[in-house]
């Protein structure tokens, strides 16, 4: 199951990187969610996780995340990521923990 896992947020972060918002959110599930660890909401549903990113991507059109480890921990998965907003700006580390229904991710929920 790690593999299949590890496979699909691969795709993700391959979408992300390319700034196609649509790309993206169609590895979430209908009511799936962007959230801060343990906190708010930031982006609710299929459609909010798409028009989120898409803001983001357009405001910060150089934005790239590098994985720099994940680990599979039952039925979930952990992604540590070091990200960029523009090539010359500081980047910052994210600790991101996906979810999942099926085949699509549930939540991910973001350490910083």
Do not use: C
């Not at 990200?83 to 980047?91: A, I, K, L």
Request: a negative charge; aromatic letters at 12%.
């Amino acid at each position: 199951m790690s593999a299949e896992r590890f496979a699909l947020l691969d795709r993700l972060m391959e979408r992300y990187n390319a700034g196609d918002a649509e790309g993206y959110s169609a590895f979430f599930a209908n009511d799936g969610a962007e959230a801060v660890y343990r906190g708010e909401v930031l982006r609710s549903g299929k459609d909010g996780v798409r028009d989120g990113n898409a803001k983001t991507f357009a405001d910060f059109p150089q934005n790239r995340a590098e994985v720099l480890g994940r680990n599979a921990f039952g039925d979930r998965v952990t992604v540590h990521e070091k990200v960029w907003r523009t090539p010359d700006g500081e980047p910052f580390e994210v600790l991101a923990i996906y979810s999942f229904a099926g085949d699509l991710i549930e939540r991910v929920e973001f350490v910083k």
